[in-house]
Nanobody, 115 residues
């Protein structure tokens, strides 16, 4: 069984930074994609950033220039460095990955940007 475990959320002031981490564990043969989604209160889940084989990286327009996604393939991990955070970035952030030809979600971690 494959699991994704996130960490790194919390409360931060506008303009601050946070780094989210997600590690995959279990019987892993191949990871073709890892990424982050978020869901704000009353809104649908949206893609924040993802990283595919061949260093193909995508960002939502709203986070370009502020967020950076990176991976550590040796650790089956993905990270999201979030800088210049805004109140509108407040959401539950979910790790998502395509592993062994199945799609998995993490449990989510809360990010709150408020003064």
């Amino acid at each position: 069984q494959v699991q994704l475990v996130e960490s790194g959320g919390g409360l931060v002031q506008p303009g601050g930074s946070l780094r989210l981490s997600c590690a995959a564990s279990g019987r892993i043969f191949k990871i073709t994609r890892m990424g982050w989604y978020r869901q704000a209160p009353g809104k649908g889940r949206e893609l924040v950033a993802d990283s595919r084989i061949g260093d193909n990286i995508n960002y939502a327009d709203s986070v370009k220039g502020r967020f950076t996604i990176s991976r550590d393939n040796a650790k089956n991990a993905v990270y999201l460095q979030m800088n210049s955070l805004k109140p509108e970035d407040t959401a539950v952030y979910y790790c998502n990955a395509d592993i062994n030809w199945f799609n998995y979600w993490g449990q989510g971690t809360q990010v709150t940007v408020s003064s």
